[in-house]
């Protein structure tokens, strides 16, 4: 950095050396390697989209914090690198040793996600650029209202003394902001929400474009009951009379890989949202499905989906912990149940009499109908949710006249056969008029919670 | 009588102590716009000055060359009024009582976020990075148990804004929206619930959330799995920046702590915040609004409003050089 580079008049030379001094604020270009790292002279910034810099940043979290340095291994996280003490007295080590040594300070982490002053590898080391740079000057980047703040952005405070700044992502709902960062010696690079003091500005990258405002859809899960099923509604501002999307997750947030989603679409008529939303059809229903009606407690996610797919928000009265009983029986030609419990929940050891699938799962596993010794643990639970056999259809969903399980590929089903074909088909209108239930129906039927295949 | 006319009045017979609390806190009189009238002027009283250092008595640290300096995250006030804080940059709480430091614990050496009281003298200690968990340590700080967050309801334990300890238990809050339950009084996992508010008021649950830029609109949930029903919104002449609320309040109401900004016209210069605590009455109306003390250091506090277990708020104050708390009793 060069004097002749500062715009500002009024910056003295003593705020210059301090900047110089902090620990965000050290310009290091320490490459040992080839690649040319551009010039801050240049202001020609290359184009870059907001998700390729936050999946940069993302690939830089759980490195260490090494003051004055820039560089992570995007493809692996195994040589995090190390840090103790108290930057700038702190030390740094390569972790595990002998591998190569990784890890980045605020600057040198924004600078690699925005991949300024050029394009080029994060593994190799550079630091062009003090939170000083970001701060006050506008090469490849410039300042924006937080207000406009949009995923890849950065909020950048220098007070002289110290600085540090910080790669957006999203607003929390109170208000602080998902960040990617390079916090501290003892945190290292982190993401997480965080507030902001009224110190800091809000930059952004030259050569993102600027995305149109868009605002966040909103709704409300008005009603989530064993009996009455779900009930809200969802609307984005942006999208205005237009229906957006409801995606329901269960046992988990739609950030959970292990929950179970499904979509619906928020068309239905409401006279009662027409005054708040200017448009009546925003609502949605839905039955809670069977596959959680099993006496244990499960948790229930909504969110609407903005117009353009790319923003989810929780709905107000979500999420919602529901315990519903088990899906009663409602197979017309079922012989009473004659067990103690269901075959679907665990409890003590059935009687291989009680139920042919009782029979079919003590064939298999013997404990399970050991009175004695034996209980009706998860393991028989598992047994008896195969859709093969006699126990085919007990717990599933609903009544089933499908001509084959929906779990499986062959002829195309009925959307009337089951509750289970019938939300397959509504997602997937090919399943039931093609003629065929072919393997990604099976996958999709596997996929939804009013279906019951098992693990998929 | 006006709210602010009476603080006057008050503050007129009460400027020595005014003028004390202002220069050391640094708190402004200002009512923030839209305000309501006040039955009773609100109490602001200072706590604890403590300079920033690793000495006895001082708190955090402030290293000129660190990226960020690190003051305390976060605190608790036990119904004796003793203030606990989560002095996390040097491994230790330390006990203020009166003003004075009465006791210190070492903790382990994990970046903790949120610290809650743990049985009858220990902690519950919030560490959201990797891996995540809550530590249950002892008076003595000895670690009595480690819950890790590794549960499917939380598949981003970083985002995680708070511990919440209740009746039954501890929940955690995600990403100020709602509450988990995760762990029982003892520290021992609990099969996991999840709440739709940020607070809980005795029966009910209770939700602040941002409906518009300037407004902040009002939930209640009857538990368990009750639907939402509205108490209505709250406007701001500024821009809502933050907010959390902390608790119901006896009768129905709830106490909102609020941050909002003055946007500049110009991009370049930051906004300037100021801070409130909101009193809301039990059909949602607001019936205080009390200018908080606001930090102006840069770091980031994990949570720097509290309520005591005493039924007063807290708020943790960071400046450059020192870290200092206030009591409000609305």
Known sequence: MSAHRIEKRFIGLALLVMAISSACAVQVVESGEDESLGTTEEAVTASMSRGEIIALGASGVGYSYWWGHGRWDPASKSHPGKCSGSCGGCSHWASPKGGPEYGADCSGFVAQAWQVPGEGSPKVDRHPYSTYNFRYEKTHWYPIKKSDLEAGDALVYNSGKKGHIVLFESWTGGGKAMAYECAGCKVGCIHKPRGFGSSYIAIRRKGVEDAAKNDPPKGQLEKASCDGGLRGWAFDPDAGKGAVDVVLTFDGPITSPKAKKLTLKADEDRTDLAKKLGSSKHGFTAPIPATLKDGKKHTLYAYAVDDQGKQTQLLTGAPRSVTCGPAPSTKADDPPHACGHSECQTGGALTKDCSPCADQVCLIKPSCCDTQKGKWDASCVDLAGETVGACRGVCAGGPSSCAHSECDAGTALSASCSECAAHVCKRDPFCCSSGKWDFICAKEAKEDPWCSCGTP | ?330
């Open chain 2, 1 to 330: 009588m006006p709210f602010h006319r009476r603080l006057e009045t008050w503050g007129t017979r009460h400027a020595g102590a005014i003028l004390a609390i202002a220069l050391l806190m640094g708190c402004s009189k200002k009512e923030a716009a839209g305000g309501p009238r006040a039955d009773t002027p609100p109490l602001i009283s200072p706590v604890l000055e403590a300079g920033r250092g690793k000495g006895d008595g001082q708190l955090g640290q402030n290293i000129p060359e660190e990226g960020l300096p690190e003051g305390p995250k976060s605190f608790v006030v036990d119904a004796g009024g003793t203030l606990h804080v989560l002095d996390q940059e040097n491994e230790r709480i330390q006990k203020f009582a009166a003003g004075k430091l009465i006791g210190s614990v070492k903790i382990p050496a994990r970046a903790f976020d949120d610290i809650e009281l743990f049985g009858t003298s220990g902690y519950a200690l919030l560490d959201v990075h990797s891996p995540a968990a809550i530590v249950f340590v002892g008076n003595d700080g000895h670690v009595e148990s480690e819950l890790p967050l590794d549960i499917s309801d939380i598949p981003e334990p970083s985002s995680i804004t708070a511990l919440v300890a209740h009746d039954d238990g501890y929940w955690v809050e995600l990403t100020d929206d709602y509450l988990v339950h995760v762990a029982s009084s003892s520290g021992a996992a609990v099969a996991t619930s999840v709440v739709p508010g940020q607070a809980f008021d005795g029966p009910n649950a209770l939700k602040a959330e941002q409906s518009e830029a300037q407004r902040v609109a009002l939930f209640r949930v009857a538990l368990p799995g009750g639907d939402p029903s509205s108490l209505g919104e709250i406007a701001f002449s500024d821009r809502v920046a933050r907010r959390t609320l902390l608790a119901g309040r006896k009768g129905g109401g709830a106490l909102l702590g609020v941050v909002t900004e003055a946007q500049q016209s110009d991009p370049e210069t930051p906004p300037v915040e100021s801070a409130s605590l909101i009193v809301i009455d039990a059909s949602g109306h607001e019936k205080h609004r009390i200018a908080l003390p606001h930090s102006t250091s840069v770091e980031d506090t994990f949570r720097s409003v509290k309520l005591g277990r005493d039924g007063s708020v807290y708020v943790m104050k960071l400046t450059e050089g020192a870290v200092s708390f206030a009591k409000v009793t609305p």
